[in-house]
Structures are given as C-alpha cells and as structure tokens.
C-alpha cells in the first residue's frame, strides 16, 4: 500500500506556522480554526484563533464548546500568547505536531456556560465565569487541500489551506468529562487581508463518515459586487476531487435551521448529500474584522449574523455528523 501523500501541492511546511514578521499591510489578519462533531454523543467544538489587526502579536481566541443537552461553553479573550510551533492566546494553544498530519489544540481556561436562550438574547452578557478544559489531537484524514489559487482579489484571505481530521480527546467541565474518539474533524489556516465590510453572506459546510469519505464546501457572496467564490472537494481519505459549484446561501435570517441538500459536481459525477441541521449558535461578525458571542442586535448595520452549528449529513446511505457555518447581513432595522 502507497503512502498517502498529504501535502499534494506541495505547501511549504513553515505555511502551517504563524508568519513570523507579518506585513505592514491594511486589515491583514492571520486565522487558525479548528472544530470537531462526535459521531454518538452531541458534543463538538469550534475554536477560532485570529492576529488582530491593529496589533498582529495580539491574538484573539473565540472558543465554544456544544455540550450536551443544549449547553454551550462560549470564551472569548486577547493575548500574546503564540510560541515556536504555534498561535496561542489566553487559554488556548494550538501546537503543530507534525506538518500536514498530527496538531495538537488545548484550552485551559474560563468563560461562561450558557443554554441557547442566552445566546438567543442578545449579545452574551458578562456573568459567573467558570473553568473548561479540552485536549484534542487532530490527525489528518485526507490530503491538505490548498485554496490559495483561487482567491485571487477576496476579501477574507491570499493564502488559505484545509484540512478533513479526525479528533479524539478529552473535555472537562465543571463537574463533567466527556471523551472524543476519532471524531469528525476540519482545521484550516489562513493569511491575507480580511474585512468583513465587503461580505454579504458565506457559507461552510464539512464533514468526514465513519467510511473515510469526507467532503467540503466553502463559498462567499460579496455585498457590493455580487461575485461569488463558491469551492469544495469531495475524498476517498486518500485523494480529492476539488470543483467550483453553485452554493446555496442563508438568505433569511429567521429561518437559520433551513438549508438545501448539496449538490456537488466534478463534472463527471454528481454528489447529493442531504443535510438536516441540528443545533445553531449565533454570533455576528462585526467590521472591519471580529466576532461577537451571541445573537447580537447591529442596527448601525456594520455586520453580519453569524451562525455555527451541527448538521446530520446523509451521503447514499451513510451518516456523519459535522459543521455547519453560514452568515447573512442583519435583518433591517434590527
């Protein structure tokens, strides 16, 4: 059996590490994100790492934890915190192990434990602030799939790579411990300048089955000129198929639980994968460039509605669990 080769581009391996002297260049912005879905329990995290922009040794961390039994652990902090095999903030680090195949992401922090009427009322108010940690090992399950061709004049980055994973770790709440193995998992690194004023909505959607097949989409919508990017790739673990497609976006923000199945096409096959959507966190992405935890009202209009959540994925049969990440412009007048 050939060993699988999960750097099919070629990526320099110092392209999974933070720039060590980013560039004097407006809104530029650096951006780990890591999240992963359990396939038995209702348990999954998505963890968002970003330089800011006004300070590039700052970074921000956004972490929220899905908890069974519609319970959520949301932290949102800012600090110097990368080191030589990562990006880090104030409870979070995120380690490369090993380029391409093996990283290691760990939080040992506090932050709040909510149910999704807090998140559902606004942005999330200060409150009791409490300990969480997880320890996750994220190991490559297809090839690295390596955007940067196609992101020519976007607006959210020049350089961006992904990658399907499995997960396995721990979570330890309060009171709690919760084990993942080998859950479905996505990581993804970006560079480039980044400014929320020209988006209009995007879409994200992934997943890896208990098979080895794992598909991605990933698709923007920009608010001025109406272009679109709209990528995705479907593998067998092993290779992948990337191909352009016509996304669906979420166009009514009241209705976050609706979404049409994919339909993905190579140009020799099409791919249907159904998708029921199962639970949904909202925040909002405030311009020119950061995120808010919570359903937060914008009526100055500088943002967007953001919502993460976990799908139910059906593709000829088969069932995973995975990520789903859309984004709207804020209903008017809210």
């Given at each position: 059996m050939s060993e699988i080769d999960y750097n099919p581009t070629g990526l320099d391996p110092v392209d999974e590490l933070p720039l060590p002297k980013p560039p004097d260049e407006a809104l530029w912005a650096e951006n780990f994100c890591y999240q992963a879905w359990d396939r038995e329990q209702d348990l999954g995290l998505w963890v968002h790492l970003a330089r800011m922009p006004y300070d590039h040794d700052i970074w921000r961390e956004t972490v929220v934890v899905f908890l069974p039994g519609g319970r959520y652990f949301l932290s949102r902090a800012f600090a110097r915190g990368a080191h030589e095999a990562g990006p880090g903030s104030a409870g979070t680090t995120l380690t490369c192990v090993e380029p391409f195949r093996r990283f290691r992401l760990r939080f040992d922090g506090v932050g709040r434990y909510v149910r999704q009427a807090d998140v559902e009322d606004g942005a999330l108010r200060d409150g009791l602030a409490q300990p969480f940690?997880?320890?996750?090992?994220?190991?490559?399950?297809?090839?690295?799939?390596?955007?940067?061709?196609?992101?020519?004049?976007?607006?959210?980055?020049?350089?961006?790579?992904?990658?399907?994973?499995?997960?396995?770790?721990?979570?330890?709440?309060?009171?709690?411990?919760?084990?993942?193995?080998?859950?479905?998992?996505?990581?993804?690194?970006?560079?480039?300048?980044?400014?929320?004023?020209?988006?209009?909505?995007?879409?994200?959607?992934?997943?890896?089955?208990?098979?080895?097949?794992?598909?991605?989409?990933?698709?923007?919508?920009?608010?001025?000129?109406?272009?679109?990017?709209?990528?995705?790739?479907?593998?067998?673990?092993?290779?992948?198929?990337?191909?352009?497609?016509?996304?669906?976006?979420?166009?009514?923000?009241?209705?976050?639980?609706?979404?049409?199945?994919?339909?993905?096409?190579?140009?020799?096959?099409?791919?249907?994968?159904?998708?029921?959507?199962?639970?949904?966190?909202?925040?909002?992405?405030?311009?020119?460039?950061?995120?808010?935890?919570?359903?937060?009202?914008?009526?100055?209009?500088?943002?967007?509605?953001?919502?993460?959540?976990?799908a139910r994925y059906t593709w000829d049969g088969e069932v995973a669990y995975g990520h789903i990440e859309r984004s709207c412009p804020f209903p008017v007048g809210e």
């Amino acid at each position: 059996m050939s060993e699988i080769d999960y750097n099919p581009t070629g990526l320099d391996p110092v392209d999974e590490l933070p720039l060590p002297k980013p560039p004097d260049e407006a809104l530029w912005a650096e951006n780990f994100c890591y999240q992963a879905w359990d396939r038995e329990q209702d348990l999954g995290l998505w963890v968002h790492l970003a330089r800011m922009p006004y300070d590039h040794d700052i970074w921000r961390e956004t972490v929220v934890v899905f908890l069974p039994g519609g319970r959520y652990f949301l932290s949102r902090a800012f600090a110097r915190g990368a080191h030589e095999a990562g990006p880090g903030s104030a409870g979070t680090t995120l380690t490369c192990v090993e380029p391409f195949r093996r990283f290691r992401l760990r939080f040992d922090g506090v932050g709040r434990y909510v149910r999704q009427a807090d998140v559902e009322d606004g942005a999330l108010r200060d409150g009791l602030a409490q300990p969480f940690r997880l320890d996750l090992e994220f190991e490559a399950a297809a090839p690295l799939w390596d955007m940067s061709a196609h992101l020519k004049g976007q607006h959210f980055a020049s350089m961006h790579h992904e990658q399907s994973c499995l997960a396995t770790g721990t979570f330890e709440t309060l009171d709690e411990t919760f084990t993942m193995r080998r859950g479905g998992a996505m990581r993804d690194h970006s560079r480039g300048a980044r400014d929320f004023t020209k988006l209009h909505s995007h879409v994200w959607l992934n997943a890896v089955f208990p098979s080895g097949r794992c598909f991605n989409v990933l698709a923007n919508y920009e608010r001025s000129t109406g272009r679109t990017l709209a990528r995705g790739f479907v593998s067998d673990g092993k290779t992948f198929q990337d191909f352009s497609m016509e996304p669906s976006f979420l166009r009514d923000p009241d209705k976050p639980f609706e979404a049409d199945n994919l339909k993905l096409s190579d140009g020799e096959q099409t791919f249907e994968i159904g998708v029921e959507i199962l639970r949904v966190l909202p925040m909002a992405m405030r311009r020119p460039n950061d995120l808010v935890l919570g359903k937060e009202a914008a009526g100055d209009g500088l943002g967007n509605r953001l919502y993460e959540g976990r799908a139910r994925y059906t593709w000829d049969g088969e069932v995973a669990y995975g990520h789903i990440e859309r984004s709207c412009p804020f209903p008017v007048g809210e």
